[in-house]
């Protein structure tokens, strides 16, 4: 099987619900690669050009470890 942008939106979204990577960071290249498809379907990228961007945005999406889920004692709040 060939990778396609839709497979790695898929794997971006996995990545998300897993909580294996800051779930920001995820979430937003999530977002930017449904735009890289969107903006394939109109003849704006070419095939390959959404494939290396859709690519990128996934080593993006997975190079940030998460932040802790519950507050830390020195939490300031925020």
């Known amino acids: 099987m060939r990778d396609t ?17 800051c779930g920001l960071a995820a979430a937003a290249m999530g977002l930017r690669v449904q735009r890289v498809i969107d903006l394939a379907a109109l003849g704006c ?9 859709s690519l990128e945005a996934e080593a993006m999406a997975v190079c940030m470890s998460p932040l802790p889920s519950v507050p830390c004692p020195t ?3 925020i």
Do not use: D, K, N, W
């Not at 942008?5 to 990577?21: D, E, F, N, T, Y």
């Not at 990228?45 to 961007?53: F, G, I, N, T, Y």
């Open 45 to 53: 990228l070419s095939p390959e050009q959404a494939l290396h961007l």
């Open 5 to 21: 942008p839709q497979i790695v939106l898929g794997r971006i979204r996995m990545i998300l619900a897993s909580r294996r990577a």
């Open 75 to 77: 939490s300031t709040g």
